[in-house]
């Protein structure tokens, strides 16, 4: 991972959330308030035009830009979940570029900053659920000597089955807890687009 990277990143996730901003709406609209596409494409609508203007010396330091923008931009609660967990990974990349055990040490606060500020604990059909196994994918491919690449496909793969286990579980965190029994047989919108900040990832380091 580098700046360049990680801005092509950020940018695959603008550019897939522009295409999918009705599907993750629609999702929400199952067992949510339907705004999830509109949050996640004003959230990282913003994040675009902040990281225009900006040439951060540091992965990290882009990363941070990229959680504070979102928390500031987005008011559904996707938006300090996302930002706390942008800010936590970029806050561990204090350089340059960062190896993909690297990397895969800085996910793992993303994760822990979810957890801490949502309270949710996997099974709750939240992000989370898309998050974990994502994490544990990446961790085992980077720990094994993979390229980021290689991680970052695990990785997305892995959080989409995870996306896929959310349909039969009921909400226990969010909106769709209110829903009880009936959030039953639905997708849960933010694991939707946590698979799809991961598929972004491996997009684009596959591309490099
Ligand atoms: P809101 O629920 O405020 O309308 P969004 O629609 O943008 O915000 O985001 C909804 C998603 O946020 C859910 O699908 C779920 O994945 C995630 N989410 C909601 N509450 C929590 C929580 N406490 N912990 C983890 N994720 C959560
Ligand atoms: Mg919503």
């Given at each position: ?12 996730i603008a550019?897939?959330v522009d295409?999918r901003k009705?599907?993750l709406t ?9 705004d999830h596409g509109v949050n996640m494409h004003r959230g990282f609508s ?24 979102l928390?500031?931009?987005i008011?559904g609660?996707s938006g300090?979940?996302y ?106 919108p933010g694991?939707?687009s946590?698979?799809l ?12």
């Amino acid at each position: 991972m580098d700046i360049d990277l990680a801005r092509a990143w950020v940018q695959a996730i603008a550019a897939a959330v522009d295409q999918r901003k009705d599907h993750l709406t629609q999702l929400d609209s199952a067992i949510g308030d339907a705004d999830h596409g509109v949050n996640m494409h004003r959230g990282f609508s913003a994040v675009t035009t902040a990281l225009d203007g900006t040439d951060p010396d540091t992965v990290g330091a882009l990363l941070v830009k990229v959680g504070t923008t979102l928390v500031s931009s987005i008011g559904g609660a996707s938006g300090p979940l996302y930002g706390s967990a942008f800010r936590a990974i970029g806050k561990m990349l204090d350089a340059p570029r960062a190896t993909p055990q690297e990397f895969a040490h800085a996910l793992a606060p993303g994760l822990d900053a979810i957890r801490k500020l949502g309270a949710a604990t996997p099974g709750d059909k939240t992000m989370i659920d898309a998050y974990t196994p994502a994490l544990a994918a990446f961790q085992q491919q980077a720990h094994a000597g993979a390229d980021l690449a290689a991680a970052a496909l695990a990785a997305a793969d892995a959080a989409e089955d995870g996306l896929r286990a959310t349909t039969p579980l009921q909400a226990r965190k969010g909106r769709a807890s209110y829903l009880g029994a009936r959030s039953i047989g639905h997708p849960d919108p933010g694991a939707a687009s946590t698979a799809l900040i991961f598929r972004a990832l491996a997009e684009t380091a596959v591309a490099r």
